[in-house]
C-alpha cells in the first residue's frame, strides 16, 4: 500500500511539473499575442488604415483640355467640339463577349475589333476601362443609352475632341492631332503622366507638334472610391487639370481661303509676308488633306489615296518642297557681281541663244537670243545667256555667301515640322557629297538657279522680302501665346549697298511692267498698287539635242510630269511696300504664264482685304479675270 501511495505522489509532481510548464507557456504565448495585438491597435494602427484606404481608393489621371489656335483677326481655326463615345468598363463579373457582342447589335463592330478590345482589356486591372467607339452620331449615342440597364460595364461619355473649323485651307500649317504612339513615348519619355492616357491625343505634325508643349496642358487626378470588384462607387476629390495654352498666328484665314481657292487647280505653294514685321500671313499647299479626318481615326482607303497620289497632299511644299529656283536667282548673281565691282549696270553681253563653253552649249530659253543685254534688260527678259557668263564672272563661292545673306540655303526657324533648308552648292560640297571637282558649267547652271541649287517656296518669299526692305527680315508665324504678344527681334540691316539694291528693284519693276517684261501680261493699272517681280522656271530636266531636232522645243510639247515647275516672286506695293510673295507651280511650265497671274490676284487681295476690283486690272484682260473673280466670290462664300 505504501508503495502503490508512493508511486502515486510521484506520479502527480511529475504531470503537475508538466502542467506547470505547458499552462505557463500558453500563458507566455497569450501575453505575446497581446502584446503584438496591442503594437498593431496603437502603432501600427494609421499604417494599416492607409493600406485598406489603398486598396479601396482608384487614382485616375485627368486629360487637360487642349489651348484653342487662332489666326490673326481671332478667327478660330482648332477647337474643341463635343464627342460622343462609350467607354467599357472591365468587371470580373462581366463576361466581356457576351457584353461586346450585345453592343455590337446597336454599334456595328468587326470581329478584328472585337478580339482587339478584349485582348486590351484583359491586359488591364479589373478597374480599368478603355473607349470602344467614339465619334458618334446623336442617334446612335441614343441608342446605347436607352439600352444602358442591359449594357453593364458599358459607359456612355461626352468628352472634347479636336476640330479644325477650316478643314483643308489650313491643313498643312495647324497639322493634327493623332494617338499617342509608342515612338512618342520614347520622345517624351515614360515618366510624363500624360502617357498613360490610353485615348489622349497630342500634336503629330505642323502648329499641333511644334507647340504641343502649349498646346496640350497639364493633367489632373480625380480620387474615386471603388468595390472589391474595382467598380466606382463615388468620387472622392480632384485636382483640376490644367488647359493648353490659346495660340494667336500672324495668318490671315481669309486671305489664306482666297489663295487656296485660287490654287484649287494647281499642285501649287504659296507664301506671303508681312515686310513690316517677318509675319507670315498666308502658307498654301495645294493639294491638301482634311486634318479632322485625322482625328477621327483615318480610314485606309484615304489613307492609301493621300499616300500615293503624285501631287503629295501630306507635304506642306511651302516650307518643304526643295525646288531649282530657276531665274529667281538670278537677282542673287546680279546683286553678288555689284556688290563685288565685277560689272556696270550697263555693261553689255550678247546673246545669241546660246553660250559656248568648251564646245558645250548653254542655251537660252529664248532660241533665237535677246541680242545685245545689260542687267536690266537681262533680268527684265530673263535672258540665261546674260547670267551663264556674269555667273562665269563672278563664281560660285560668292554667289553662295551672298545667296546665304538673302536666307537661301538656311532652315527658317518656324515650330512647323519638316522645314528644308534647301542647298546652296560650293565646291567643297560637291567635293565631299559628290566625290567630285567642280566645274566652270556647274557654275554657268547655278547662273540661272538650276543645277545642285535648291530652295523651298518660303526661302524665296524671304529673299525677296530682303531685297525690298534692305532688311534682315525672318519671318515667324506665332502672334501671341495665352494672350501674350510674341516680341521679336528688331530687323538688322543687310548690309547690302542702297544702290545695288534700288537697281535690282527697278529691273524687278520692270519685269512686270515694260512691254517685254516677262510678267507684262499680270501687271496691274492702280497706280497705288503697281509691284516688282521676278518670273522663273524651275528645270526638271533638259530637252536634249535628239529631241529639238525632233521638234520638241518648248515646255509645253513634253509630258506634263517632266514639264517645269512654274515660278513667281514679287513685292506689293512697289513703292512703300508691304508684303513679299513667292509662289510655286509643280509642271506649270512658264512662270509668266502660270504663276504670275495667281500671285498677282494674291497680292490684290493682301493690300485691299477683299476680292480684287476688276478695275485694278487693264481693260484687255477684265474678260477672262472677270470670270475668274466671279467664281471665286462664290466660292469664298460658299466654302
Known amino acids: 500500500m505504501e508503495i502503490n501511495s508512493f508511486k502515486k505522489n510521484i506520479l502527480e509532481k511529475k504531470y503537475g511539473r508538466r502542467s506547470f510548464l505547458i499552462g505557463s507557456s500558453q500563458l507566455l504565448l497569450v501575453g505575446l499575442l497581446i502584446r503584438q495585438m496591442r503594437h498593431i491597435q496603437i502603432n501600427e494602427n494609421e499604417k494599416y488604415k492607409l493600406l485598406a484606404e ?143 492616357i ?3 491625343k497630342i500634336g503629330k505634325v505642323g502648329i499641333e507638334k511644334g507647340l504641343d508643349k502649349y498646346l496640350r496642358g497639364q493633367v489632373g487626378l480625380g480620387k474615386y472610391e471603388v468595390n472589391a470588384s474595382g467598380k466606382i462607387i463615388r468620387k472622392l476629390g480632384e485636382e483640376a487639370s490644367s488647359p493648353g495654352k490659346d495660340l494667336h498666328l500672324t495668318i490671315d484665314s481669309n486671305l489664306q481661303k482666297f489663295t487656296m481657292l485660287r490654287i484649287k487647280d494647281y499642285s501649287a505653294s504659296v507664301v506671303v509676308i508681312d515686310l513690316a514685321s517677318g509675319a507670315i500671313i498666308c502658307m498654301a499647299s495645294n493639294p491638301s488633306f482634311n486634318p479632322n479626318k485625322f482625328v477621327e481615326g483615318i480610314s485606309q482607303k484615304d489613307w492609301n489615296t493621300l499616300l500615293e497620289s503624285k501631287n503629295q497632299p501630306l507635304a506642306n511644299k511651302a516650307i518643304s518642297g ?89 532652315s527658317p526657324i518656324l515650330p512647323l515640322t519638316g522645314v528644308s533648308k534647301g542647298l546652296i552648292p560650293t565646291k567643297s560640297w560637291k567635293k565631299v557629297y559628290k566625290k567630285e571637282a567642280w566645274y566652270t558649267g556647274d557654275t554657268l547652271n547655278s547662273g540661272i538657279g538650276q543645277g545642285f541649287i535648291l530652295s523651298t517656296p518660303i526661302q ?26 510674341i516680341k521679336n527681334n528688331k530687323q538688322q540691316s543687310l548690309d547690302i549697298s542702297e544702290s545695288t539694291l534700288n537697281i535690282i528693284r527697278k529691273a524687278m519693276f520692270g519685269v512686270v511692267n515694260n512691254k517685254k517684261g516677262t510678267a507684262f501680261d499680270s501687271r496691274v493699272i492702280s497706280e497705288n498698287k503697281l509691284f516688282a517681280g521676278k518670273t522663273g522656271t524651275s528645270q526638271i530636266r533638259q530637252i536634249s539635242e535628239n529631241e529639238r531636232n525632233n521638234g520638241i522645243i518648248k515646255n509645253e510639247d513634253l509630258p506634263r510630269y517632266q514639264r517645269d515647275h512654274a515660278l513667281f516672286t ?34 490684290l487681295y493682301a493690300l485691299s482685304g477683299a476680292i480684287p476690283s476688276i478695275q485694278e486690272y487693264p481693260i484687255e484682260k477684265r474678260n477672262d479675270i472677270n470670270l475668274i473673280l466671279k467664281n471665286l466670290k462664290k466660292e469664298m462664300i460658299s466654302t
Open 54 to 196: 489603398e486598396n479601396r481608393i482608384d487614382i485616375e489621371i485627368l486629360p487637360p483640355l487642349r489651348g484653342i489656335i487662332f489666326d490673326n483677326n481671332g478667327i478660330i481655326l482648332a477647337k474643341n467640339k463635343e464627342n460622343y463615345r462609350i467607354r467599357i468598363f472591365r468587371d470580373k463579373n462581366i463576361n466581356l463577349t457576351e457584353l461586346i457582342d450585345n453592343f455590337s447589335k446597336l454599334i456595328k463592330i468587326s470581329k478584328e475589333r472585337k478580339s482587339e478590345i478584349i485582348q486590351k482589356l484583359e491586359n488591364k486591372r479589373f478597374n480599368a476601362s478603355i473607349v470602344i467607339a467614339e465619334n458618334l452620331g446623336w442617334n446612335d449615342f441614343m441608342k446605347v443609352l436607352v439600352n444602358l440597364p442591359s449594357l453593364p460595364g458599358i459607359i456612355p461619355e461626352i468628352d472634347l475632341k479636336r476640330y479644325y473649323t477650316h478643314k483643308e485651307i489650313l491643313a498643312h500649317t495647324l497639322g493634327y492631332v493623332g494617338a499617342i504612339s509608342p515612338k512618342d513615348i520614347k520622345e517624351f519619355s515614360n515618366n510624363d503622366p500624360i502617357m498613360q
Open 198 to 200: 490610353e485615348d489622349f
Open 460 to 485: 524665296i518669299a524671304i529673299m525677296t522680302a530682303r531685297i525690298a526692305t534692305g532688311l534682315e527680315i525672318k519671318p515667324f508665324l506665332i502672334k501671341a501665346i495665352d494672350g501674350r504678344p
Open 322 to 410: 526643295n525646288y531649282p529656283p530657276g531665274s529667281t536667282f538670278k537677282m542673287i548673281v546680279a546683286m553678288a557681281a555689284l556688290e563685288e565691282n565685277l560689272i556696270g549696270e550697263e555693261e553689255l553681253f550678247d546673246c545669241k541663244g546660246f553660250y559656248e563653253l568648251e564646245e558645250r552649249k548653254f542655251h537660252c530659253w529664248k532660241y533665237s537670243g535677246h541680242g545685245i543685254t545689260n542687267l536690266s534688260k537681262g533680268i527684265e527678259e530673263s535672258c540665261d545667256v546674260y547670267f551663264y557668263q556674269l555667273a562665269e564672272r563672278v563664281g560660285i563661292e560668292k554667289i553662295a555667301n551672298l545667296a546665304k545673306r538673302f536666307g537661301l540655303g538656311i
Open 570 to 603: 514679287g513685292y506689293a506695293p512697289y513703292v512703300n511696300p508691304k508684303y513679299s510673295l513667292s509662289i510655286v507651280v509643280e509642271h506649270g511650265g512658264g512662270g509668266g504664264k502660270v504663276a504670275a497671274p495667281i500671285a498677282r490676284d494674291v497680292l
